[in-house]
């Protein structure tokens, strides 16, 4: 054998030596605690943090696919109730986006990646019927606590105004004149519950009831009325003496019926920032 042939052996040697089969990855399921369960419906506690389900953005071109193959991996709300039940696998709407199929079983509404607190799930398609008729005809209640910059000239009132998408920013929501596309009507009745100084800034602690369910709908109408939410980057505010490392919102109770037709009222206790933020504003 010549020198150049032996040289040529070792390479390939050391190449096919350097490919390896890829680790199967292990899947760690997020820690949720259950707060209410019949045989068709779950109403769980979301840590702030998790999707609640894909959500198949991004996925045009070849590097906004190649970051929507890495999303997909992300661990969800979903991937944990059909873990839990293998059952609700097939229940639900089927969802496409950019021709391919979303993964949203058992997802009847949504809470934001970073909203913490309850949201409720369809163990079944009897369910999961039963629970969007009653969120399609406005007759779930649900309450959110949240932070937000400044005190509102009101202590109570209602946030009356449409939203539609942002004329600037592909991810974000407006209520302003310059929203794109078809706007959706959007209400918000909301209460100063506490104000104060909290270091250089002062914050309000408010609970707000949306009567309608637009996307980033408290979000959007906290902003529109001069006050966002503390920590929400994506409607101007980053800097806050409070803490947060994400946006302060939590969904603290949800009233519906059951599929027996008796009402249940869930509630979401408060998570550990919450509850050092109120700890430093009533200092």
């Known amino acids: 054998m010549t020198t150049a042939k032996k040289i040529k052996k070792e390479v390939i040697k050391k190449t096919a030596a350097k490919v390896t089969k890829p680790k199967a990855v292990k899947v760690v399921q997020p820690k949720i605690t259950v707060l209410y369960e019949d045989d068709d419906i779950l109403a769980v506690d979301k840590p702030a943090g ?18 929507a193959i890495v999303r997909a991996k992300e661990n969800t709300l979903s991937d944990w109730l059909v873990a839990r039940y293998p059952q609700v696998k097939d229940v639900g709407d089927v969802t496409v986006a950019f021709d391919e199929e979303l993964n949203r079983s058992g997802i009847v509404h949504r809470l934001d990646k970073e ?37 509102p000239r009101q202590s109570r009132g209602i946030i009356d105004q449409s939203i539609g998408k942002s004329g600037t920013d592909f991810r974000a929501r407006s209520a302003a004149r310059g929203a794109r596309g078809y706007t959706r009507e959007a209400i918000t009745q909301y209460m100063v519950k506490q104000s104060g100084k909290v270091g250089s800034q ?54 519906f019926k059951n599929c027996a037709r008796k ?20 200092k």
Do not use: W
């Not at 101007?236 to 009233?255: D, M, P, Y």
């Open 202 to 255: 002062t914050v309000s602690f408010v609970q707000a009831m949306p009567k309608t369910g637009r996307t980033h709908q408290i979000r959007v109408h906290m902003k529109v009325i001069g006050h966002p939410i503390v920590g929400d980057s994506l409607y101007g505010h980053t800097q806050n003496t409070l803490g947060f490392r994400r946006t302060a919102l939590h969904s603290v109770s949800i009233e």
């Open 50 to 67: 998790l999707l609640v389900h894909e959500d198949g953005k991004d996925k045009k071109g070849n590097l906004q696919q190649q970051s």
């Open 115 to 151: 909203t913490s607190g309850v949201i409720l799930l369809a163990k079944t398609q009897k369910g999961f019927e039963c629970l969007k008729k009653q969120f399609q005809d406005h007759e779930i209640k649900k309450i959110y606590h949240t932070f937000v910059v400044g005190t």
């Open 263 to 282: 009402v249940v009222k869930v509630e979401a206790p408060y998570p550990e920032d919450f509850k050092l933020a109120l700890t430093s504003l009533q």
